[in-house]
């Protein structure tokens, strides 16, 4: 893999350059300072919480274990990589940088946070600085300054060709998380006891992965974020929902999967429709696609779905309109990914700013602009069956269109969702998930 990255990264860099230059002109500045960042202490502690690597930094070079450092790049130059490597026998310190990208860079490396503070630029007021309030810098420099932040978020969305390539890896190692899974499912593991065969599989740490993964059994699945991690399995599974993702060189995917449990025959069928209406949706990722209205359009498909399985006796043009819809699938249909698994400027308007507002009565959408090519996007559509939300229900007019039998049965099954990253592309679109599993 190394050498497809070693041909492809020469380009990535290029590009960065461009968009870059044009967002300190844009601007007026001269030079773009990124931190890696730091660890967080924990309170009334020695201890940190695991390092995140700020995404503006590793978009630039594939360092997510580099607390410290800086990067500095002048229009005109080759960028600067200030490399952190203290003097420490407590922990272990990061190896001197090497690989297929280290050419591209004029490496300083320093052992003490002031050392490296002394390699950036000297007119500090000219750079403009994209990190968090811990960087110390924000009285000499600008600290996230909009005219910046916004056309590099903007351009974010239109991944390159190596980014890519890093993404399909993220893909890979998360399908061989997902397969270990199921099968610890099978075998009549807990939620935790599955969790840990995907980190097996996955070979990666919880801290290296791009968010907690979801791990529900039973009425677990109707928890959208359920992180509990039940440590004793059920006395029966009769369904296996799992969210879980991996990462490549600080890249994300995000996939879902739900299963069926011996003897459950109807939730299988229904798990089948949702498959067939979530490959639906995203073969429609193509460019100029509103996704917005792809969100909205998906209402319509499980509102019929609903209907077909005898959940409701509405059509679907009433579900959507009454809310019915939103109470069995009250998430958006997904959000754009890359560096970080919700990734930035889903709702930017262009790359000076603005938003595109959500479609009224659906405030959790995390992405409304238009689909264009290069884009990677998630598609995750689901069907839950929520306590909460269907108590609401059932004290509204058309509570009577609703077949709650044939609902409270499927309460013990939690529910459904699935979940595909898909990128858009001049043509048919990629489907780096359904390309992962069929690797495999």
């Known amino acids: 893999m190394n050498d497809a990255l070693a041909a492809l990264y020469p380009q990535h860099l290029a590009t960065l350059r461009e968009r870059t230059d044009t967002a300190l002109a844009r601007g007026g500045f001269e030079h773009l300072v990124v931190p890696a960042g730091r660890p967080i202490t924990k309170f009334l502690d020695d201890q940190d919480y695991p390092f995140i690597v700020n995404p503006h930094f590793k978009h630039w070079l594939p360092l997510v274990d580099a607390p410290g450092s800086w990067l500095v790049y002048t229009p005109g130059e080759r960028p600067k990589l200030v490399f952190l490597q203290p003097r420490d026998y407590w922990h272990v310190v990061p190896e001197a940088p090497s690989g297929y990208w280290v050419d591209h860079f ?3 490396v320093v ?24 960087c110390n810098l924000q009285d000499v420099c600008a600290n996230n300054p909009p005219a910046v932040v916004d056309h590099l978020h903007y351009h974010r969305a239109y991944k390159t060709p190596y980014e890519l390539e890093l993404m399909r890896e993220a893909s890979r190692r998360g399908a061989r998380g997902h397969r270990a899974a199921e099968r610890a499912f099978r075998e009549g593991e807990s939620e935790f ?39 004793h399995a059920p006395k029966e599974s009769h369904s296996f929902l799992i969210d879980a993702g991996a990462s490549a060189a600080g890249y994300a995917s995000d996939i879902t999967r739900t299963y069926a449990g011996h003897g459950a025959a109807e939730f299988q069928a229904l798990i089948d429709a949702m498959d067939a209406a979530e490959r639906s949706f995203a073969a429609k990722v193509r460019h100029g696609q509103s996704y917005a209205d792809l969100h909205i359009h998906a209402h319509h498909v499980l509102a019929g779905v609903l209907r077909e399985h005898d959940f409701i006796r509405m059509t679907p043009e009433s579900a959507v309109e009454s809310g019915v819809s939103s109470a069995f699938f009250p998430h958006g249909l997904g959000h754009g990914i890359g560096l970080q698994v919700h990734d930035v400027a889903g709702f930017q308007a262009a790359e000076t700013g603005g938003t595109i507002a959500k479609p009224e ?5 995390r992405l409304t602009r238009p689909l264009e090519t290069g884009m990677v996007v998630t ?62």
Not at 117 to 134: H, K, M, V, Y
Request: contains cysteine; hydrophobic residues 45%.
């Open 361 to 365: 009565g659906h405030p959790y959408l």
């Open 193 to 231: 006891g599955i969790h840990l065969a995907y980190l097996a599989a996955a070979r990666q740490l919880d801290a290296e992965l791009p968010y907690a993964s979801i791990v529900g059994l039973n009425e677990h699945g109707a928890v959208l974020h359920y992180t509990n991690f039940d440590r």
């Open 379 to 440: 598609i995750e559509p689901g069907i839950y069956f929520i306590d909460m939300l269907l108590a609401e229900l059932k004290h509204k007019p058309f509570a009577a269109d609703i077949n709650w039998t044939k609902v409270d049965a499927f309460r013990k099954y939690g529910g459904i969702r699935i979940e595909d990253d898909v990128v858009c592309t001049a043509g048919e679109p990629e489907n780096l998930t359904r390309d992962a599993f069929a690797q495999l």
């Open 111 to 134: 052992r003490k946070p002031a050392d490296a503070i002394a390699e950036l630029p000297a007119t500090l007021s000219r750079c403009a600085i994209i990190g968090d309030q811990f």
């Open 106 to 108: 004029d490496i300083v």
